[in-house]
């Protein structure tokens, strides 16, 4: 037999138990019962109409053997426990219209209202913080090359993200004052035993357009945003990644294509986790690159000029735009041919010259190709040509050089294993300064 | 509900240790109660197990057994003072009511 489901926007908050048990009636007599609910939606499975009783509760009934005692007692009493939200409120119905309700202590109630409600106000508001403390850090308030590495926004996905969290932030702070007001209200009327204040319908449907109108916002921004990427090739995976990462895609909507009775299910929680396996593998598969191990040259390593590395070289200092990264002072060394080999990201008389040492060949292949993409935006019109291959590019890594009396030398790199990095890097100059 | 408040037990809490004399648990107590109060008390089921807990961790109720997911209750000694003190209470309270009533249709007449 097909079992259908359906997960909807709760269009209730925890602060209104009256009207989301009234909502939960009202979908269980047009035929569908409660199976979860989480902080804004809720699932809920097909079946015949029924016209039950339901109860939202908030007694802190905390851990398993808790829940489980006192799911027991209210079962003894008629009311059958249908799940726990992701808020901490409990839902319970029941078959007999005059079972005794949960609650018949004002206070107690209040009081049960009062540690729900603030143990996950906290936890949304600490959240927010991570968020906000997230996105000012992607805004590039702090520019040090490392966080630039962990957050920068290069791409038009990741600016994308920022502003959805900026999005979500502004989402949260208002149902966070949303929740308050409610919380305040209902916790005055619960302890006078009042009936707890009604909420407009008009309230209640802005609210679902607004959760709704934020959802698709966002699939639409995150999805036209990878588009734009994927075309203006700010995006450009390693085929291995490609292939990792469309084997994951397709293991996820293999999963939402299996049906829940094959193999009790299992079916499709092996193609979820296995999908998702894959899609981890393909970001993972570019970690390497980010490992920042620095390498010290000492006075008795050989002198490296900048004239012995790339012959013709010139050392300019300029201004420039990377990407979207805003604009900043950079050095750079130019080969003959104007092309731009080296950049300084700290100050003073260091630059650094640009090579990468990658963990796979597709990785290399990548960062080969992006080097050559960027050089030609930067340079428009001019032919570019790498000075390495990918048996290079394996193992290169990003080293620096610090001007002294007037020439370049090596001062240290900062990619890789310090002492593998040392002898490959020695080795490589050797290999370059022999290229013609 | 503040420690304070145990001092004075608010209705539900008075018979629930009422029925607590024998051991019982959380849903024995609840028709107990409403059956030995003819229906006027009727203690729900979160807030029996709001209150099973807050006496259990004050160490008025000990848990004497289990019988599957239900635990049973037992009044501890320090649950048996704190009844026995809140039924001298009511008794003062009912004496003192008697005595000023007397007092009073004395003074009419």
Known sequence: MKVEEKRVWLPYRMTEPEELAAYFE??????????????????????????????????????????????????????????????????????????????????????????????????????????????????GINRREIVRYLSGWDTMLELCVVLLFALVALFL?????????????????????????????????????????LAWTAGILLAGAL????????????WEQWLSMGIGAAGIAGGFACKRRWLEGLARKFCWGAGAL???????????????????????DPVIT?????????????????????LYERWEVYQSGS??????????????????????????RRLAWEEAETFRSLLHGTAVELDWGIDEALWIGDFYLVLRDGEAVIAYTDFGEPEERRELLLETLAKIRRAP | MSREQLQ?????????????????????????????????????????????????????????????????????PKGEALLRGEMDRLRMLLADAERMEKEADEHES
């Open chain 1, 173 to 213: 702070l208002g149902n966070a004052a949303g929740n308050l007001a409610g919380y305040v209200s209902a916790r005055r009327a619960m302890k006078d035993g009042a009936r707890l204040p009604e909420i407009s319908q008009k309230a209640v449907r802005r609210r679902v357009r607004w959760r709704r109108a």
């Open chain 1, 278 to 300: 894959f899609l981890a593998l393909g970001v993972l598969l570019s970690y390497p690159l980010y490992r920042m191990e620095p390498v010290s040259f000492g006075p008795d």
């Open chain 1, 26 to 139: 009202k979908m269980s007599a047009e035929g569908w019962q409660p199976v979860s609910a989480g902080r804004y939606t809720a699932k809920f499975r097909k079946s015949r109409p029924r016209t039950l009783r339901f109860c939202v509760d908030f007694t802190p009934a905390s851990g398993e053997e808790a829940l489980q005692r006192y799911t027991a007692l209210c079962a003894d009493a008629g009311w059958r426990f249908r799940l726990k939200a992701r808020d901490g409120w409990l839902l319970f119905s029941s078959k007999k219209p005059d079972a005794a309700p949960l609650q018949t202590d004002p206070k107690l109630a209040a009081r049960s209202f009062s540690r729900c409600f603030w143990g996950n106000f906290t936890d949304s508001f600490f959240l927010l913080l991570l968020w906000g403390g997230w996105s000012l850090l992607d805004l």
């Open chain 1, 227 to 238: 588009c734009y990427d994927i075309w203006a090739g700010n995006v450009r995976p390693a």
């Open chain 1, 339 to 364: 092309v731009p080999v080296s950049e300084n990201l700290a100050e003073g008389e260091t630059v650094s010259f640009l090579a990468y040492r990658a963990a796979t060949e597709g990785i290399a």
């Open chain 2, 8 to 76: 004075n037990l608010t209705e539900p809490m008075y018979y629930l240790l009422l029925a607590m004399r024998t051991p019982r648990h959380g849903y024995d107590a609840m028709q107990f109660i409403q059956s030995a109060t003819g229906g006027r008390v009727r203690i729900g089921a979160g807030t029996m197990y709001a209150l099973l807990s807050r006496f259990e961790k004050e160490k008025i109720l000990t848990p004497a057994a289990e019988e599957g997911r239900r635990k049973i209750y037992r009044l501890t």
């Open chain 1, 306 to 326: 900048v004239e012995m590395l790339l012959p013709g070289a010139e050392l300019h200092q300029d201004e420039r735009e990377y990407g979207h990264t805003p």
